[in-house]
């Protein structure tokens, strides 16, 4: 079984209490949600939340007026996203493997979906962001900021922080054009980390 395999056979299982603790934009914090917002904003097209979990970002970007779909391999996630947001689409796709033709999107939202990603798998998941996403169309990441690559022991499954400037430079080689970067330090949470990034028109370098 791979990494990001197992990591959706444990948010599976614990899809319920997840959802519960983090599944709603009212556990989101304000900065998030105003950097989100903002981001949508610069996006037209249709619009893929990878790695959507309960459906609470998709729907944010639906009311933000874009063809939001959220998808995940964790089946009852998607069953409770349907049931929360009839009116938004959700399917099951892999972070590696969307599902969708090459340019199709306007943008991906992968907002801590990639935490789980090894290093050594990440290239190949922000090869397939870069395919499916259009010239000129926008990426977000979050992410566990730290001072290194390295694992964490994860309450559902390992995860790995990444430095800012690592992370940039892998999303800058996979095609994209990095426009900025946040970074957050609140009171009992592990530090946090976005990037805003831009499809480059040619391949990536």
């Known amino acids: ?19 519960a603790l983090f599944g709603s934009m009212a556990a989101v914090h304000d900065d998030d949600r105003d950097l989100v917002a903002r981001w949508a904003a610069g996006l037209s097209g249709r619009v893929v939340d990878a790695g959507c979990g309960p459906g609470h970002w998709t729907d944010f970007l639906a009311r933000q007026g874009l063809e939001a779909e959220g998808v995940d391999l964790a089946e009852p996630f998607l069953a409770r996203a349907r049931a929360a947001y009839p009116g938004v689409p959700f399917r099951r796709a892999a972070l590696d493997d969307l599902g969708v033709p090459d340019g199709a999107l306007g943008g991906v939202l992968a907002w801590y979906s990639v935490i789980h990603t090894p290093p ?27 001072p290194r690559v390295e694992p964490f022991d994860h309450a559902v499954a390992t995860a790995w922080f990444w430095p800012v400037d690592e992370l940039v430079a892998r999303v800058e080689r996979a095609g994209f054009d990095v426009v900025g970067t946040a970074e957050r330090t609140d009171p009992g949470a592990r530090p946090h980390g976005a990037i805003s990034a831009r499809r480059r028109a040619a391949g990536p370098a």
């Not at 395919?131 to 926008?138: D, I, T, W």
Request: proline share 2%; hydrophobic share 50%.
């Open 1 to 19: 079984m791979s990494e990001s395999t197992h990591a959706s056979a444990a948010y599976a299982a614990r899809a319920a209490e997840y959802t």
């Open 120 to 146: 050594e798998e990440l290239a190949c998941v922000l090869a397939e962001l870069a395919r499916a996403v259009a010239p000129g169309g926008g990426l977000l990441l979050g992410f566990c900021r730290g």
